[in-house]
Structures are given as structure tokens and as C-alpha cells.
């Protein structure tokens, strides 16, 4: 699976729209991009996750590059319950695969008031 | 739905001592996944089931072992704790089928081994 790269801090006032980058310039073509959080130390919790096209849902949405070589998870208004460790995870979902997660250290979202 | 559910929610070892961690779900998934995390970092893949009856090594197993009976429990087993076993424990469970495949993580059990 390929690896990302992601900012290890970002801050966001509460109500703005909050955008973590994320870097996974190997990715391949049978590769998605899924986005978990972790908050205060709970087990994380999925976001969402995407291919090649643009992605929304109830709590985030996800913005993916025409090259794939990177994506940005949106928070559209980011509140103070917002605030923990963003996951950027690609797997494939190839025939055969366990889907085994692979954790980076994430993003580290601060909400300010 | 419960979800996932682990016991104990904490719990502290003398070094060499043994003990089980407890992991059930009641969705009916397939895979099951026992992840440690240590403090300030990501979380890493110990062991793996993609059923009753078989288990497969992650990425960081020694020092464990798992058995899955059922397809609602998966044991993490430590025989001998070490010191460098001290961390949270996190288990999940994701369902074989549908396009959407995420993982269900259960809310973790602090060990510390002294």
C-alpha cells in the first residue's frame, strides 16, 4: 500500500472550513484514499474514503487530485468536538486484500474558539 | 448494535505476567484486526482474521497470540508482558461485503506492564 505524507499540526477557527492536505504520490490505480479520525485517544472512527472522484458525505468531503498524487479532506464547518488526529490511509481493494490499515502519526487538528 | 466492545478498559501487568484482552463484535463481521498504539504515534496491525479459524500475523506479532472460534470473538492472548508491551490496544472489525469497507474500532484497553 502506498505511503502518504501529512502535516503533523494544523489550527482552524471554529465555524471555518478546515483543509488537511495529504501527500501519496505512489499511490496506484486499484488504490482509495480513506480518511479516519481519532478523537482524544478513542478507537478512530471512519471519515471517508474515495478513488479518483470527488466525495461527500454527512461529515467531511473528500477532494481528490486528477493525478491522484494527493487529496484534501474537508470539514466544511469545523466545531470544537472537530479537534483531533486526521488519518490519511491508501489500500488497495484488490481481490485478496485483508483490509489491513496502515497508520502514519495524522494530522493533528486543533479547533479554536 | 454494541459494536465493538474490549475488556478491560485498563489494566496493569508485572513483567511476566499474562493475561487476555478481550474483543467481541455483534455485527456479523468477517475480519477482525488487533492494533497497538503507542504514545504520539500512529496505530500498527499485530494480528488479523478474516474468519473463524484463521488468523494471520500483522506487522508487529511477536510477543502475541490470537485465536478466533467465532466469528463475534477475537482474544488477544500476551504470554510473557514486557515492558515494551505498554500501550492501547485497539480492535476492529470491518464487513466482507459491499463496496464500502471500513473499519469498526472498539474504545481500547491502556495496558501498562511494570
Known amino acids: 500500500d502506498a505511503k502518504t505524507t501529512q502535516p503533523p499540526s494544523m489550527d482552524c477557527a471554529e465555524g471555518r472550513a478546515a483543509n488537511l492536505p495529504c501527500n501519496h504520490s505512489?499511490?496506484?490505480?486499484?488504490?482509495?484514499v480513506y480518511w479516519y479520525r481519532q478523537i482524544h485517544s478513542q478507537g478512530p472512527q471512519y471519515i471517508i474514503h474515495g478513488l479518483k472522484n470527488n466525495e461527500t458525505n454527512e461529515m467531511a468531503s473528500l477532494i481528490i487530485t486528477e493525478d491522484r498524487k494527493s487529496s484534501t479532506l474537508i470539514l466544511p464547518h469545523a466545531t470544537l468536538r472537530d479537534t483531533a488526529v486526521y488519518y490519511c490511509i491508501v489500500r488497495s481493494h484488490g481481490s485478496g486484500n485483508t483490509g489491513k490499515l496502515i497508520f502514519g502519526q495524522g494530522t493533528t487538528l486543533q479547533v479554536k474558539p | 448494535n454494541a459494536g465493538v466492545t474490549q475488556t478491560p478498559k485498563f489494566r496493569i501487568l508485572k513483567i511476566g505476567q499474562s493475561m487476555t484482552l478481550q474483543c467481541t463484535q455483534d455485527?456479523?463481521?468477517?475480519?477482525m484486526y488487533w492494533y497497538r498504539q503507542d504514545p504520539g504515534m500512529g496505530l500498527k496491525l499485530i494480528y488479523y482474521?478474516?474468519?473463524?479459524?484463521?488468523?494471520d500475523k500483522g506487522e508487529v506479532p511477536n510477543g502475541y497470540n490470537v485465536s478466533r472460534s467465532t466469528t463475534e470473538d477475537f482474544p488477544l492472548r500476551l504470554e510473557l508482558a514486557a515492558p515494551s508491551q505498554t500501550s492501547v490496544y485497539f480492535c476492529a472489525s470491518r464487513d466482507l461485503s459491499g463496496g464500502v469497507s471500513e473499519q469498526y474500532f472498539g474504545p481500547g484497553t491502556r495496558l501498562t506492564v511494570t
Open positions: 482474521s478474516v474468519g473463524a479459524g484463521i488468523t
Open positions: 505512489t499511490i496506484s490505480g486499484n488504490e482509495y
Open positions: 455485527m456479523n463481521h468477517n475480519y
